[in-house]
Structure formats: structure tokens, C-alpha cells
């Protein structure tokens, strides 16, 4: 079996606010042995670290960037998760994805808004974040449209979503320009999970 330490991977995870991108997250790190995984989110790099705006010009771009060079430095399986909008963000995933070290993972949390709403009902934030402003930061089927990007429909629940991308890392393969999978010209969407073989 591969030492996914040898050429670490670098994942990917974004989606709208209470797409699940976060609990995804935390739940890879937690499956994988202590040590093994670096969980990065947008919201704690850019609200916590930094106090700043979401406006794509800041200084978040380049710690993120720099937080994510440095956890792969150290073999780190890497995993970067937040909303991180294709308009702003395109450009940053385009650079960290052409120089990341080993293969590479693209996940996009694809929720309707209405879903996107309920979920957001249920979270503690809710009594302080109006629908209307969750709504205004929504976009559509916001996938960055890079080669190999996976994009998992709202029908999967938080265990499929998991188990997604934990049956992809073992797959991933590390030879010299290879990315864990073919290129596709197109995201490709998965609505269920694998049928078992």
C-alpha cells in the first residue's frame, strides 16, 4: 500500500454556507490516524486569524497559501475547506493545485438554496445570521470547473459524503504529473454512493 506520506495529497472541499464542508472536513481528519491530516478552513483563517472581509484581495489568499505549502512540506495529507467563491478564488486554486507536490482532490458541495436554508435554521448561528443574508452570499452550482473536480449533490448525506472521500484517497496514484485520476473536461457529479463491487 502507498505511504500517502511519500507524496502527500492535497484535498479540496467547497460549498455554500451549511453545505457540510466543515463537518466533512473534521470528520476525514478524525478516521485517519493522529497526525496524519491537516484540516485548513477559510472562515478561521479569514474571521479568527485575520478579522477580515471576504473580498478575495486581502491577506488571506497568501496565508492560506502559505499555510497549505508548509502542511504539505511536512507530509501532511492537506485538506482545505470553505466557501471560497469561484469569482474571487479561481486563480488561488489554479496556482495550489499546479504546484502541489502530489495528487490532488476537488470536492464541491452542490445544496440548493432552499436546503441551504433549512440547514441553516438548525444551526446555533442562525438566531443572529437572518435568511436573507445567508441567501445573498449563495451562488448556484459554484464549481471552480478544474480537471478531476468532484461535485457531490445535496442527495448524499454527511456519511456518503465521508466515505466518498475517504474510498478516493486510497486510489490516488503518486508517480511524477499525476493527479489521482484522469482529467475530465467537466465536473463530475455523483448523487449516490459507490455500489459495493
Not at 47 to 55: A, I, N, T, V
Not at 83 to 108: K, N, Q, S, W
Not at 133 to 139: D, G, I, L, M
Request: a negative charge.
Amino acid at each position: 500500500m502507498t505511504n500517502l506520506r511519500s507524496a502527500p495529497p492535497f484535498v479540496v472541499v467547497r460549498g455554500n454556507s451549511a453545505s457540510g464542508k466543515s463537518t466533512v472536513a473534521r470528520r476525514v481528519q478524525r478516521a485517519l490516524p493522529r497526525g496524519e491530516v491537516a484540516v485548513i478552513g477559510q472562515d478561521h483563517v479569514r474571521r479568527e486569524l485575520l478579522w477580515e472581509r471576504d473580498s478575495g484581495q486581502g491577506d488571506t489568499i497568501g496565508l492560506l497559501e502559505s499555510m497549505v505549502r508548509h502542511c504539505l512540506g511536512i507530509g501532511r495529507l492537506t485538506l482545505l475547506e470553505g466557501i471560497f467563491g469561484a469569482e474571487r478564488y479561481h486563480c488561488m486554486f489554479a496556482r495550489m493545485l499546479r504546484d502541489a507536490p502530489g495528487p490532488t482532490l476537488v470536492y464541491y458541495l452542490d445544496v440548493s438554496l432552499p436546503e441551504t436554508l433549512r440547514r441553516h435554521a438548525g444551526k446555533p448561528i442562525a438566531g443572529h445570521v437572518a435568511p436573507e443574508e445567508v441567501a445573498s452570499w449563495y451562488r448556484p452550482h459554484d464549481v471552480l470547473g478544474v480537471p478531476g473536480e468532484q461535485v457531490l449533490a445535496e442527495a448524499l448525506d454527511e456519511d456518503q459524503m465521508v466515505a466518498r472521500v475517504l474510498g478516493d484517497l486510497p486510489m490516488l496514484r503518486t508517480g511524477p504529473g499525476e493527479r489521482g485520476g484522469p482529467a475530465l473536461s467537466a465536473p463530475e457529479e455523483f448523487t449516490s454512493p459507490p455500489s459495493a463491487p
